[in-house]
């Protein structure tokens, strides 16, 4: 079992209550002689209140877990923004954020193919592709995604849009993997207006701003709390109803890698069920607070990462010496809003996708500060959604990830929510939703 080691806390506060306890004994002895004994009484039971009532607070520490990672920057290779023109007629290009193309090349009669590669290298099997492309005539062409041996794996199914906001998966009969994985060939209608073809919807920082604006209200306070390495703004958003002083806190947070657009449609759709207005909403926000991180990434994001932030490096593997500044500010601002408020952090919930739907717990011998409540929340999900086939995978507190980060740090309980890259859009907003239900059911009545 991963022992809780608390975070150290500043001494300023309880210094201040063990010399209030001081003074206030040293006033009951000399007030004995004057007194009676229930003035006695009454001043050390005021003392050791002013003692309670000192504030822990906590600061940024590093850890050491069995699982170590380097998180130095490492080199990336930018691709190059261009537009590619053949003399079939056909042009792409990649000039657009979150675009991910490498080539485009002509290979045949209305056939060609588009090399992807990676920001850099080792990297996680998630190679994200991105681009749009035109015709001076419509016909149909065979696009081929290749990969590189050893490097990347096709993974992510096309989707279509002419507007870059309606998105639909390209259909099975057009579309062919290799058995080895390391090309896969569409079949798409080409005209003269622009098509996008990318891995999943596209939802670059400016989109995430504009939906994080949209929510600002009497109770949602929208702001950034730092710029990533390219000076692009970090979100976030600080919710509850009235003030916010000693309230415990679900902290939610999304898109440390850039191509998982399930898990940012996730938390979305989570938090807009947080926001509805309903009497459990109400009554939640009335006790608790919510902080939300909605993309933690934008720099990976808006460059067509496969997984990593302009400084190579895998964000969700640095929380343990805060090497990306990304990582850093997150979790400074995180202990900043904490210390404030004087509130609990109760839980964290990490919005990620992957290959299928899962939710990484603790272990079982983990005790965190609200320890039994991810089963019983995954439980109470399965019992209304039973089409959820997420998968409960406990982990040991032994990787620098958010998930851990959150239980050394304030001994608060955290998940990592994955939903799958092929998961419906109408059973992830259904399970998000539920999700957010009972998420604030439990808090409110048990935990």
């Not at 794996?153 to 096309?158: E, L, M």
């Not at 990533?228 to 958003?237: E, F, K, N, Y």
């Given at each position: 079992?991963?022992?809780?080691?608390?975070?150290?806390?500043?001494?300023?506060?309880?210094?201040?209550?063990?010399?209030?306890?001081?003074?206030?004994?040293?006033?009951?002895?000399?007030?004995?002689?004057?007194?009676?004994?229930?003035?006695n009484i009454?001043?050390?039971?005021?003392?050791?209140?002013?003692?309670?009532?000192?504030?822990?607070?906590?600061?940024?520490?590093?850890?050491?877990y069995?699982?170590?990672?380097?998180?130095?920057?490492?080199?990336?290779?930018?691709?190059?923004?261009?537009?590619?023109?053949?003399?079939?007629?056909?042009?792409?290009?990649?000039?657009?954020?979150?675009?991910?193309?490498?080539?485009?090349?002509?290979?045949?009669?209305?056939?060609?193919?588009?090399?992807?590669?990676?920001?850099?290298?080792?990297?996680?099997?998630?190679?994200?592709?991105?681009f749009?492309?035109?015709?001076?005539?419509?016909?149909?062409?065979?696009?081929?995604?290749?990969y590189?041996?050893?490097?990347?794996?096709?993974?992510?199914?096309?989707?279509?849009?002419?507007?870059?906001?309606?998105?639909m998966?390209?259909?099975?009969?057009?579309?062919?993997?290799?058995?080895?994985?390391?090309?896969?060939?569409?079949?798409?209608?080409?005209?003269?207006?622009p098509?996008?073809?990318?891995?999943?919807?596209?939802?670059?920082?400016?989109?995430?701003?504009e939906?994080?604006?949209?929510?600002?209200?009497?109770?949602?306070?929208?702001?950034?709390?730092?710029?990533?390495?390219?000076?692009?703004?970090?979100?976030?958003?600080?919710?509850?109803?009235?003030?916010?002083?000693?309230?415990d806190i679900?902290?939610?947070?999304?898109?440390?890698?850039?191509?998982?657009?399930?898990?940012?449609l996730?938390?979305?759709?989570?938090?807009?069920?947080?926001?509805?207005?309903?009497?459990?909403?109400?009554?939640?926000?009335?006790?608790?607070?919510?902080?939300?991180?909605?993309?933690?990434?934008?720099?990976?994001?808006?460059?067509?990462?496969?997984?990593?932030?302009?400084?190579?490096?895998?964000?969700?593997?640095?929380?343990?010496?805060?090497?990306?500044?990304?990582?850093r500010?997150v979790?400074?601002?995180?202990?900043?809003?904490?210390?404030?408020?004087?509130?609990?952090?109760?839980?964290?919930?990490?919005?990620?996708?992957?290959?299928?739907?899962?939710?990484?717990?603790?272990?079982?011998d983990v005790?965190?500060?609200?320890h039994?409540?991810?089963?019983?929340?995954i439980?109470?999900?399965?019992?209304?959604?039973?089409?959820?086939?997420?998968?409960?995978?406990?982990?040991?507190?032994?990787?620098?990830?958010?998930?851990?980060?959150?239980?050394?740090?304030?001994?608060?309980?955290?998940?990592?929510?994955?939903?799958?890259?092929?998961?419906?859009?109408?059973?992830?907003?259904?399970?998000?939703?539920?999700?957010?239900?009972?998420?604030?059911?439990?808090?409110?009545e048990?935990?």
């Amino acid at each position: 079992m991963e022992p809780y080691v608390p975070s150290p806390v500043t001494s300023k506060k309880i210094l201040l209550g063990k010399a209030v306890f001081i003074f206030l004994y040293s006033c009951s002895l000399s007030l004995t002689a004057m007194t009676n004994r229930f003035t006695n009484i009454f001043l050390i039971v005021l003392c050791l209140s002013a003692c309670d009532q000192a504030k822990t607070e906590y600061i940024l520490t590093e850890f050491e877990y069995e699982s170590k990672v380097d998180t130095n920057d490492h080199p990336i290779d930018l691709q190059e923004k261009k537009e590619y023109s053949t003399e079939a007629g056909v042009t792409a290009d990649n000039l657009f954020d979150a675009a991910r193309l490498n080539d485009f090349k002509e290979t045949g009669a209305n056939r060609f193919e588009v090399p992807i590669h990676p920001e850099n290298s080792p990297i996680n099997m998630s190679p994200w592709y991105a681009f749009r492309i035109k015709a001076e005539e419509a016909k149909a062409i065979e696009i081929t995604l290749t990969y590189t041996e050893g490097i990347g794996k096709h993974r992510y199914w096309p989707r279509l849009s002419s507007d870059r906001e309606n998105w639909m998966a390209i259909d099975s009969g057009r579309f062919v993997v290799a058995q080895d994985s390391l090309s896969a060939t569409m079949t798409i209608d080409v005209s003269t207006s622009p098509l996008f073809v990318a891995g999943q919807e596209i939802i670059d920082s400016n989109d995430m701003k504009e939906w994080v604006l949209a929510r600002k209200s009497a109770n949602v306070k929208t702001s950034t709390y730092g710029k990533s390495r390219l000076g692009r703004d970090l979100l976030r958003m600080d919710i509850t109803n009235g003030k916010a002083d000693g309230k415990d806190i679900v902290i939610l947070m999304s898109r440390q890698h850039p191509p998982e657009i399930t898990g940012q449609l996730a938390m979305m759709h989570f938090l807009d069920e947080n926001l509805d207005g309903s009497e459990l909403s109400n009554d939640f926000l009335d006790n608790h607070r919510v902080i939300v991180y909605p993309m933690i990434n934008p720099d990976g994001v808006d460059l067509g990462h496969w997984r990593h932030n302009e400084g190579g490096i895998d964000l969700n593997r640095d929380w343990a010496h805060y090497r990306q500044p990304e990582v850093r500010q997150v979790c400074e601002d995180i202990i900043e809003r904490v210390n404030e408020s004087g509130g609990d952090v109760k839980l964290g919930l990490d919005f990620h996708s992957t290959w299928e739907d899962i939710y990484y717990i603790y272990n079982d011998d983990v005790i965190s500060k609200i320890h039994g409540f991810s089963r019983e929340w995954i439980n109470d999900i399965y019992e209304r959604v039973p089409e959820d086939e997420g998968i409960i995978d406990p982990f040991p507190v032994n990787s620098p990830v958010s998930k851990n980060w959150f239980y050394r740090q304030f001994n608060a309980e955290a998940i990592t929510y994955e939903i799958g890259d092929g998961t419906s859009r109408e059973l992830i907003k259904t399970k998000a939703e539920v999700g957010a239900q009972e998420m604030m059911k439990l808090l409110l009545e048990k935990y």
